[in-house]
């Protein structure tokens, strides 16, 4: 039974940094693409950051330079450092795990099959 379990989130004034935490379990991280996505009111779920097992990442053009995805293996967790936060980061964000045959990195919230509750970031 796959689970994802994202903590981290809250507020935080324009310019300022959080970190996201999402601890998965109930799959082996080797042969498998996590990635983090946020939701805001009215709009599409957007891909941010996404990485896989052999250590590649990509990031969408909004917010690179200013989020770092990462894993750890000893925690079991996926890690979202985001910096130089403005309001229009405010959003609800998911942690997400690709699993299966195919893991090749992905921004498309389609390819992903196992998703967290989210974690509110607002950022004033």
Same mark, same amino acid.
């Given at each position: ?22 601890? $998965?379990?109930?799959?082996? %991280?080797? *042969? @498998? ?6 939701? $805001?009111? *009215? ?11 052999? *250590?590649? $990442? @990509? %990031?969408? +053009? ?9 894993? +750890? ?14 309001? +229009? ?10 699993? *299966? $045959? @195919? ?7 389609? +390819? %992903? ?12």
């Amino acid at each position: 039974h796959v689970q994802l379990v994202e903590s981290g989130g809250g507020s935080v004034q324009a310019g300022g940094s959080l970190r996201l935490s999402c601890v $998965a379990s109930g799959f082996a %991280y080797s *042969g @498998t693409c996590m990635g983090w996505f946020r939701q $805001a009111p *009215g709009k599409e779920r957007e891909g941010l950051a996404t990485i896989n097992s052999d *250590g590649s $990442a @990509t %990031y969408a +053009d909004s917010v690179k330079d200013r989020f770092t995805i990462s894993w +750890d293996n000893a925690k079991n967790a996926l890690f979202l450092q985001m910096s130089s936060l403005q309001p +229009d980061d405010s959003a609800m964000y998911y942690c997400a795990a690709r699993t *299966g $045959a @195919t893991w090749s990195l992905s921004l498309g919230a389609s +390819d %992903y099959n196992h998703w967290g509750q989210g974690t509110q970031v607002t950022v004033s």
